[in-house]
């Protein structure tokens, strides 16, 4: 019976740790290392480098002390500013960098479309036969001078 218990209590405790892992991951790879090199704090490669290190151990720290995603990026926020964090927020100021690519576009589309229907309006010929019955003789007459 211990042994059924402590295996169970070994299988939940792999199931968290892999979770806390791939959690880890995933807030790795929208956290920049703070050393000036741009790079993804996972993949910075710089020999040497005095920020990662630290940053990830940090980053591990994090993970088990907040239970949600977004708190630990708002405390990277605080920590190191809010340029360290490659993903925008989905509040606040930062809202309109989701926001705006999206609409810009769709107001350009629709200046577009309204432009082109403008121009073709303009480009189709207009007649005028019917007003004027003498009109419509003398520009038979012309074209046919003209052999237009």
Same mark, same amino acid.
């Given at each position: 019976m211990k042994r059924i218990l402590l295996a169970l209590v070994l299988c939940f405790s792999l199931?968290?740790?892999a979770a806390d892992d791939a959690r880890y991951k995933n807030l790795g790879n929208k956290i920049q290392c703070s050393?000036?090199?741009k790079e993804i704090l996972l993949q910075c490669n710089h020999l040497g480098c005095q920020s990662s290190d630290g940053m990830i151990r940090e980053l591990r720290d994090a993970v088990v002390t907040y239970k949600n995603d977004?708190?630990? /990026?708002?405390? +990277?926020r605080r920590s190191y500013g809010t340029t360290v964090v490659v993903s925008p927020a989905t509040h606040g100021f930062?809202?309109?960098?989701w926001v705006v690519?999206?609409?810009?576009?769709?107001?350009?589309?629709? /200046?577009?479309? +309204?432009?082109?229907?403008?121009w073709r309006q303009r480009?189709?010929?207009?007649?005028r036969t019917g007003l004027d019955p003498?009109?419509?003789e003398l520009r038979a007459r012309a074209r046919k001078e003209t052999e237009l």
């Open positions: 199931a968290a740790i050393c000036g090199c977004e708190d630990v /990026l708002n405390w +990277f930062e809202l309109t960098i690519p999206p609409v810009l576009v769709s107001v350009a589309f629709l /200046l577009l479309f +309204f432009l082109i229907r403008h480009a189709l010929p207009v007649t003498q009109l419509d």
